[in-house]
């Protein structure tokens, strides 16, 4: 399926140059192809798929190190694994949820733990009163809202201090939230959550497993629609190829690629498909427009580490549970059952998010091992002290990422500076999820974000088609 | 006094590297110099100065693009004027200042506008609690105060709203914050605006004119001992070398630099003396840790502009002013006297910050001059609309600087990844004015972030000084 090469003949000016090789770009590439332009797609690692990516363990064990899930209403996904010939599955719910509250265990079942009857209609009523504010915010043009400033000069902190009554209503929410975002309340702006909640239907959407975006998974991995793609665009398709320079102007660019290969590349038209801080390591001649600057320096990723334990079997079925667990404090504050669909073996999958994240980093790897197979024994026994295979995925070490899952805004963005996101700067056009204007943050949000920029560009490019070098 | 070149011959491996020839790579390459360390300093613009810069206008007369001033304090950066033969004098202040609210006019003397005795003994009451609670927090480690979680989860903006009473002192701090930092209130963290004010001695020192942090001018421009230092270091200097890639390990660091001459640098230490933002446009092998990579994504510029505004004469001192404005609204919310010491022409300065300068993006060069110099008018009378020049220096358009005067941190920031800031990773260092443990974001605290890493990096260099090959 993996067709793309490391090394292709140059292939002279094409039409278009695609930055990054993540769902955005690659489905941006397709698209433009497909309306018969030449492309070419550099990618700074020596793999497709960005934030996706599905490692096989030693054991021969596939695991989604990035994104993960496909759920309702993501339709461009949806599509894009039925055309690469995968397969969905239901992400495991039967069962009961574990609640690590106060360091005491709960079981519940449903969206909410349970454990304290006011607490949990308080995490409710939470729940529904960010849906009601969320429906209000265009996920398109959030700063157009009648109240923008205000809600932009709040951070989410603020409102969940004074909205939100009960102390474990205030933990949850504040764990949804590093979960969602890989950021502390504080560090958001109010708007840019509701914005954000509001492109994935709603925060009850985002957080839910069934019915939500958490709802099914991929029998052959996230990576493999991207893969497929990767694989169709052949050696359109250059890996280990960083962008370090994008030199444009009226009649095109010129993009020039560190790493091994050093070389230059020339294009009518520019797709720059990367998370908004990590095209900040590009330089632009001429400089890019002041607010572009702004909000490449504004729109941080969050921090979020990613473990895999795989055992023998799915042990915690047998004891009722569902794998997931929700806790109120310690590294890992959620936790899923990321076993195959045949539960051959085991696998939970849990993440480490937000400050959480941040005060792991002196632990090394060793010692964040040891530290959080503890916090799994103490949720789900001593035997998930011992798994057959444990690995994480840090992101917020990964140079070409800069972090996970998703960037986010902090106070007064996205009113500042928020139309640059998809502004075109010239010939230079912006992909990428955190672009969309749906599903932002999501692997949907990326798919459908690389076809809004195929069609800019098309519309941008006033030569008959099929004229470039592909 | 400039003898730097463009293209030395190679120099083979040397001591150290520093990259980055603001105020902060300078001294610091001094000072490694003056221990016997052979040095080479890599820059990416085609000038020293960083975000220092003296520009000669058409007419011959010299104006400060961007930091200026000098006040008590600031000794490091008092001695370097002494020792490369600059001399200052006084900011111009005779006269009264000028206060535009509501869109009227009001003179007034001292240091807080006066036409409102409630609005003014609020103001003055802010600036007692700010700096009160300033004296509390440490400038080096911010993040150990008792209360640090607190102060860090709240913004600038939450606390001038629960704490400032009349609309007139919310407005005169919001003008001063956007004027010091060149953000909005609700962009900080409380903590950090605490934190950067103790470390220039306190909120009312950064901005005082007389006494404070704009007290004093330079003759030869702020540039001036910039070029000095840089004369003395000679061919160390290399311009127009942006450095791209960093590969360090345990026994030294490749420096890889691109623009017109790419090639490789190789040093036993690095020391990077430039904005964290800006850092984050070089690639590191191995990647950067989680935390430095997060504080990176968090440390955004401002956004600034400065505008110099030429007349015949200093006309507003004969009508009883001093050339000082703050407005409540508008896109210059403050105005100094810029003139020279002889007063050969006239000259105003204003500053253009936070979301104000963003708005401006739009309106283009002259759009911008029309509008700026119409509120110059509205202030400082007729005359003042037809200057015999007239510049704008926009910080957040320069690649290199990504906006200015300083960095500043959302909330969040500081307790999660600060202790990252200053922490060398293998044998990377760290300098510039944001990472100074006094005047953080001045001069004077770039050139003693300087000193601090060569005192980091002659500490850590166990050969025999005087190894390499200068």
Redesign the interface.
């Known amino acids: 399926m993996m067709t793309t090469q490391r090394s292709p003949i140059d292939p002279g000016p094409v039409d278009v140059i695609v930055v990054g090789a993540g769902y955005a770009g690659l489905t941006c590439a397709r698209a433009l192809v497909d309306a018969g332009r030449s492309v070419v797609v550099l990618e700074a690692r020596d793999r497709v798929g960005g934030r996706v990516f599905t490692e096989t363990l030693p054991s021969g064990v596939p695991v989604d190190q990035g994104g993960q899930w496909v759920g309702p209403g993501q339709e461009h996904f949806a599509s894009l694994i039925d055309e690469t010939g995968c397969t969905t599955f239901p992400t495991w719910v039967a069962g009961e949820a574990l609640e690590l509250r106060d360091g005491l265990l709960h079981r519940y079942e449903g969206l909410v733990p349970t454990s304290d009857k006011d607490g949990s209609a308080d995490t409710v009523a939470t729940l529904l009163e960010l849906d009601l504010l969320a429906q209000e915010v265009s996920p398109v043009e959030p700063w157009s809202h009648p109240d923008a400033d205000r809600l ?4 989410f ?2 409102w969940i201090d004074a909205t939100v009554e009960t102390p474990i209503a205030r933990a949850l929410v504040t764990t949804a939230c590093q979960a969602v975002f890989g ?2 309340p ?2 958001l702006s109010m708007l840019f959550v509701l914005s954000y909640a509001h492109s994935g239907g709603s925060m009850s959407s985002l957080i839910r497993t069934s019915g939500g975006a958490q709802e099914r998974r991929i029998h052959q991995g996230a990576q493999a629609p991207a893969l497929a793609l990767a694989g169709m665009l052949g050696r359109r398709v250059v890996l280990s190829s ?1 962008v ?2 994008i030199d444009h102007g009226r009649s095109g660019a010129t993009v ?1 690629v ?1 790493g091994a290969h ?1 070389r230059q590349f020339h294009a009518g038209r520019v797709v720059v498909a990367a998370p908004p ?1 990590v095209t ?2 590009i ?2 001649s001429p ?5 572009r ?2 909000l490449i ?2 729109t ?2 969050g ?1 979020v580490t990613k473990i895999h334990a795989v055992y023998e079997r799915p042990f915690w079925r047998e004891m009722g549970l569902n794998g997931q667990l929700v806790a109120d404090r310690g590294a890992l504050r959620s936790v899923f059952d990321d076993s195959p669909d045949d539960a051959g073996v085991g696998i939970l999958v849990g993440f480490v998010a937000g ?1 959480e ?2 005060r792991m ?1 002196g632990l090394g790897v060793e010692g964040r091992r040891s530290h959080l197979l503890g916090e799994l024994a103490s949720a789900f026994g001593p035997d998930a002290a011992h798994p057959l295979e444990f690995v994480e995925q ?1 992101w ?4 070409f990422s ?2 996970g899952p998703v960037a986010g805004m ?4 996205l ?3 928020g139309p640059a996101l998809r502004r075109p700067v010239g010939v230079v056009h912006w992909a990428g999820t955190e672009t969309a204007e749906a599903w932002s943050g999501y692997i949907d949000g990326a798919i459908s974000s690389g076809i809004r920029a195929a069609d800019e560009v098309l519309a941008a490019l006033v030569a008959p088609a099929g004229t470039g070098g592909s």
């Open positions: 932009d000069r709040q951070t902190a603020q950021a502390e504080e560090e960083p370090v320079d020039s560190a050093p801080s900040g390591r330089g632009f400089a890019l427009p002041g607010d600057m702004q320096q504004r941080p990723m921090s400050s994240d941040r980093e840090r917020s070490s990964e140079a800069g972090g902090g106070p007064g963005v009113t500042a500076v």
